[in-house]
């Protein structure tokens, strides 16, 4: 009678193997389930966040915010004000500098409002000169659309609301949502001390105080360096567009340029709308179509010397990011929050970079072939120790 192997008289060698592949198998099987329940959650988080807009909307913002008024209401602590008098004042200026901008842009603008039909009927002449020279698409169209009309379909149009009823509405849910920003934002960075020592003690081991106590501080300097580098750069790049749009006689310089530094917070998106937004301008209160068109060639030029030389000699490699990642997290969180999370995607982004640059980044593409989903994982370290 034949017998199989006795599991016994294996060496240890052996055993030790069979143990491996099976903590390995064990381990990819958990890896695979961890990438489908990122997966899920990625595709699930925006209809979540997005119908729960009320709630999340206000405490991201807070976080964020909370890790940039930190470093400032640390400061203030450091030359003796309590540290409920130094979150709060850090609080204000942040809240003082957010109304004089807006002021700065909202003033002209209401101003400018009442020009607002000459504008449009310049715009429409513009346009009209240029279809005049582009005849021929006008045909094609008309023929199109006789084409369309001749099939017998019926187009039916649903009157929406007003943008004076969509306003009415959505007033309220904006005033709830920045009044909670605020109050979160308060209260966290109140409790910021008392989350730096509860992350030090709270935990089981020294080293994972510390490695918590690391990650804590390299979001908070990264997002808060980053934040505070890139606001310089826009307000220079906001000034340099004002005294540009007033050495060219173009109305309301300042708004121009208070204008030009906020959408510069979004990369890619907010240059390119502040070039429609300059040109259609210009052609509306210009009588020559090119003459309407240099402020816009004249911040095309501005934005790509600031995008291509100022910037990255500034921030360096520490800031540097995957186009294709802000790009993802601007349409990403655009889609969610809307402008709004636009100008939070990057530094959401920033941050849970710097986490995974901690935690360790998932190999995505390399456990797709085979490879861990994490470069140094558990069985690599006890291949290493024993």
Do not use: C
């Not at 060698?13 to 069979?18: E, I, S, Y």
């Not at 006689?249 to 429609?276: C, E, K, Q, R, S």
């Amino acid at each position: 009678m034949t017998t199989g192997p006795d599991p016994e008289d294996d060496s240890p060698d052996d055993r030790r193997t069979r143990r491996m592949a099976f903590a390995e198998q064990e381990l990819r099987l958990i890896s695979a389930l961890v990438v489908l329940i990122g997966a899920g959650l990625f595709f699930a988080l925006p209809f979540v966040l997005s119908i729960g807009s009320v709630v999340f909307l206000p405490l991201t913002a807070a976080v964020i915010l909370t890790i940039i008024l930190s470093p400032l209401a640390d400061r203030l602590a450091s030359w003796g004000l309590p540290n409920v008098l130094a979150s709060l004042v850090a609080l204000l200026i942040f809240f003082a500098v957010l109304v004089a901008a807006l002021a700065l842009i909202l003033q002209p603008a209401i101003s400018l409002f009442d020009e607002l039909p000459d504008l449009m009927r310049g715009i429409g002449r513009r346009f009209s000169e240029l279809r005049d020279q582009f005849g021929w698409l006008a045909q094609l169209n008309a023929e199109l659309g006789e084409l369309m009309r001749r099939s017998g379909q019926q187009e039916v149009v649903l009157a929406g609301p007003s943008l004076l009823e969509e306003l009415a509405f959505a007033t309220p849910s904006v005033v709830i949502e920045v009044i909670l920003t605020f109050l979160m934002t308060f209260f966290m960075v109140e409790a910021r001390i008392r989350l730096r020592q509860h992350l030090l003690f709270g935990r089981t081991s020294f080293g994972t105080s510390i490695k918590a106590a690391r990650v804590m501080r390299e979001v908070q300097d990264r997002v808060a360096a980053y934040i505070l580098t890139v606001s310089v750069i826009n307000a220079g790049v906001g000034v340099i567009v004002a005294l540009g749009a007033w050495a060219l006689g173009v109305d309301a310089p300042i708004m121009w340029g208070g204008l030009a530094a906020i959408l510069n917070f979004i990369p890619y998106i907010g240059p390119t709308v502040m070039i429609g937004l300059l040109g259609l301008f210009g052609i509306g209160t210009t009588d020559a179509l090119i003459l309407g068109l240099i402020p816009a060639a004249a911040y095309l030029g501005l934005h790509t010397v600031e995008a291509n030389v100022v910037t990255p000699s500034i921030l360096g490699a520490r800031f540097t990011m995957n186009p294709v990642m802000i790009l993802i997290a601007l349409s990403y969180f655009s889609w969610i929050w809307g402008f709004t999370g636009a100008l939070l995607s990057v530094p959401i982004l920033l941050t849970l970079t710097a986490l995974f640059d901690h935690t360790g980044r998932p190999n995505i593409i390399g456990f797709i072939f085979g490879e861990p989903l994490f470069a140094g994982d558990i069985l690599e370290q006890t291949n290493e120790t024993t």
